[in-house]
Each structure stands twice: as C-alpha cells, then as structure tokens.
C-alpha cells in the first residue's frame, strides 16, 4: 500500500471516533454522568458529560460507521472496511466508546486541573478522544490496530491524525459555536 493510502484509510477509519462527539454534543442533555458528585471541592467530570450524550455520541459512531460499510458495499472501494471483518460492529463499538472515554477522561483531567466546564484547555480538548480511541482499539483489538493503524505505511496515518486534528477540532468547534450548540467557539 502506498504511503497515501495509508495515510486516507486511517482517517476513514478514524471517521466514527471523530463524529461520535458531535453526536454527543447534539443528543447531550440532562443528568450528567457524574450525578453531580465532587471530589475535593471539584466535580468528577461536571455537567458537560452527561448520559445521553455518551450514549447518542456511541450510537451515532456506530451508526456512521454502518453508512460507511453500506457506502464501501456500494463502491466496492478497495479501502479498509470495517465490515470485511467478521467483528466490524465490535470494532466500531469500540472506537466509538473508546473517543468518548477519551472525552470523559479529558475532561476529569481538567476538573482535578481546576478547570470549569467549557475552559479552554490545550493538548487534552484536542486529543483525549483520539488517544482514548486507539486505547481501545490497541487493548481489546491489537492485532487489527496494529494491521490498519501501525504497520508501515499506516503509522504515517496516525502522525498525520496528531497533526490535523487540533485543526479540525478548532474547526468544528466554530462551526458548533455558530449553530449555538456549544457555548464557547473552542
Ligand atoms: N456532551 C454531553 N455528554 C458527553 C459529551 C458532550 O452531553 N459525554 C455535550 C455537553 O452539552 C457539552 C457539549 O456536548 O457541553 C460539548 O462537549 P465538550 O466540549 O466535550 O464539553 P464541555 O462543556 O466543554 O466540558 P469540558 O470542560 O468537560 O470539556
Ligand atoms: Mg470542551
């Protein structure tokens, strides 16, 4: 596989982590996972994190991911798909719960950091649900992430993801500002 082949098949596979937080920024409301509890003065995660928006962000991960299978059936693109393996539904489980994981950590990292809600907070608002979404993958699925993310040439894939999604993620971020579904553009 040519370099940029392999460095597209890991965006698209990255594509369902990407999408699950959007889903749960738009389904997010209500009681939060936390149930409001605090350690130390400071919340577990705060109101941020709630229950439907972690279940609606892994819905809607694995839903995207189907349109992507049903997208490759059609096609027949010779990209990685996650239904050509026997356990794609798993997979697509897994990367989604993984980046909202990442998401929930983030955001414990920052309440014991003492930050509230919504502050802006480098390296980990860009990342945690990248590094929660290849934990996942790299402790229950080794053996396919090492295949599709870490051999040659797909490391390049995961170098480029470390260097575009801080990108992406000021992007979306303003665009979910503008359609007033989140209360800070970053
Ligand atoms: N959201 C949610 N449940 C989740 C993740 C996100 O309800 N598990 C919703 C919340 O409405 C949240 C919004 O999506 O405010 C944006 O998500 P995010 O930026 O991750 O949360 P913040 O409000 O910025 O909180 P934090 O400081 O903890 O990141
Ligand atoms: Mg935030």
Redesign the pocket.
């Known amino acids: 596989m040519d370099p940029v082949m392999g460095i597209i098949s890991v965006f698209w596979l990255m594509l369902p982590a990407y999408l699950a937080n959007p889903f ?2 738009f389904t ?2 209500g009681l939060p ?1 936390d149930m409001g509890r605090s350690i130390g003065g400071k919340r577990v995660l ?1 109101d ?3 229950w ?3 279940i609606g ?1 892994i819905c809607g991960g694995v839903l995207i991911g189907l349109l992507m299978m049903a997208i490759m059936d059609l096609t027949g693109e010779p990209l990685p798909i996650y239904c050509s393996e026997p356990h794609g539904i798993m997979l697509l489980f897994l990367i989604s719960t993984g980046s ?1 994981m990442g ?2 950590l ?2 414990f990292l ?1 309440r014991r950091l003492g ?1 509230e ?3 802006r907070t480098p390296i980990l608002d860009q990342y945690d649900f990248v590094i929660g979404a290849w934990a996942f993958l790299a402790i229950f699925q080794w053996g396919w992430f090492r295949e599709n993310f870490v051999d040659d040439p797909r490391y390049l894939g995961m170098i480029a993801v470390l260097i575009i999604t801080p990108l992406l993620h000021r992007l979306s971020n303003i665009i979910g500002f503008r359609m007033g579904q ?1 209360e800070v553009p970053w």
């Open positions: 749960a920024v997010g409301h996972v705060g941020g994190k709630t439907a928006g972690l962000g909202l998401d929930l983030g955001s920052k930050r809600r919504g502050a989140k």
